[in-house]
């Protein structure tokens, strides 16, 4: 599988003025279900225990992730969607 993931060069993360924050379960459910739109999913479930408290899971058909970029997606600044900072504009969710 291609690599999907990568670092952003650093004059490009300096041009973020903000990164996605996680406020409460909602904002973990809209990260989780724009990422599965994200990969292609034409099929999404969305399982949710106790309000958020003890479970948010997304399962989809999306293209997924091998290891390495699974590894490298928790990295400060890596990303599928940007490349330049002229990126920042052309993204729709």
């Given at each position: 599988?291609?690599?999907?993931?990568?670092?952003?060069?650093?004059h490009v993360a300096n041009q973020i003025a903000a990164g996605e924050v996680v406020q409460r379960p909602a904002s973990v459910v809209k990260e989780l279900l724009e990422n599965a739109l994200d990969a292609g999913?034409?099929?999404?479930?969305?399982?949710?225990?106790?309000?958020?408290?003890?479970?948010?899971?997304?399962?989809?058909?999306?293209?997924?992730?091998?290891?390495?970029?699974?590894?490298l997606s928790i990295v400060r600044h890596a990303t599928s969607k940007i490349r330049k900072a002229e990126d920042l504009f052309q993204i729709h969710t």
């Open positions: 599988m291609a690599q999907r993931i990568e670092l952003l060069p650093e999913a034409t099929d999404i479930q969305l399982i949710v225990r106790e309000g958020g408290k003890t479970l948010i899971q997304v399962v989809d058909n999306g293209a997924g992730m091998d290891r390495t970029d699974a590894e």
